[in-house]
């Protein structure tokens, strides 16, 4: 359950945050992705620590690409980036349009 709980965590508040960060290039779009599905990295040793992935959207909400940018601890970068493919989004728009974007998503583990 302790498990459950801590992914659960993790998704609320990279969900949340999401709604809050400015995204990387923001002057690029009139409205901004929001996260259609989302799925909770894992974190099976009950590390502490907070990583923060640069997420690559496509103008169909696709995940098409993800890197860490910053991170307290390599052993959580994988498991990040492994969940983040399997996001989907409402893309970000511009003019009315549907566009590809990059925004900056934090995740933080507590174990």
């Excluded at 997420?55 to 601890?73: C, H, L, Q, R």
């Excluded at 990040?80 to 900056?104: E, S």
């Amino acid at each position: 359950m302790t498990i459950l709980k801590t992914a659960l965590r993790s998704l609320l508040l990279a969900a949340f945050v999401l709604t809050l960060l400015p995204a990387i290039h923001a002057a690029d779009w009139d409205e901004q992705p929001s996260v259609k599905k989302s799925v909770a990295p894992d974190n099976p040793n009950k590390l502490d620590g907070m990583v923060m992935a640069t997420i690559n959207i496509d103008e169909k909400g696709f995940v098409v690409g993800a890197e860490i940018s910053k991170s307290t601890d390599t052993a959580l970068e994988a498991p990040v980036l492994d969940a983040v493919k399997k996001w989907r989004f409402n893309p970000a728009k511009k003019g009315g349009d549907a566009i590809a974007c990059k925004i900056n998503v934090p995740f933080k583990f507590k174990g």
